[in-house]
Nanobody, 115 residues
Framework: QVQLVESGGGLVQAGESLRLSCAASGRIGSINIMGWYRQAPGKQRESVAVITNGGTTNYADSVKGRFTISRDNAKNTVYLQMNSLKPEDTAVYYC?????????WGQGTQVTVSS
């Protein structure tokens, strides 16, 4: 079993920054993919950024150049540095870990960006 605990959300103005954290515990395994997803009210959940255990990353086009995903394997923690935030970034952000065929989700953290 895997547990994910997220933190770092909040309310900011456009152009400001936030850093989200997701701490994983349990039977994580050495080979896994962690990622950040977001869901705005009335919209489908979408992938924001993912990172492998080896550090390979992928980003949604909408956040490239503004967001950076990273991980600290020793701490089993993944981060999402969000710069130049826009109102359209407003959503609940969820952390996900995939190990083999299994997926685990965090509880979500609210990010609100005002104009």
């Amino acid at each position: 079993q895997v547990q994910l605990v997220e933190s770092g959300g909040g309310l900011v103005q456009a152009g400001e920054s936030l850093r989200l954290s997701c701490a994983a515990s349990g039977r994580i395994g050495s080979i896994n993919i962690m990622g950040w997803y977001r869901q705005a009210p009335g919209k489908q959940r979408e992938s924001v950024a993912v990172i492998t255990n080896g550090g390979t990353t992928n980003y949604a086009d909408s956040v490239k150049g503004r967001f950076t995903i990273s991980r600290d394997n020793a701490k089993n923690t993944v981060y999402l540095q969000m710069n130049s935030l826009k109102p359209e970034d407003t959503a609940v952000y969820y952390c996900k870990l995939r190990r083999g065929p299994s997926e685990y989700w965090g509880q979500g953290t609210q990010v609100t960006v005002s104009s």
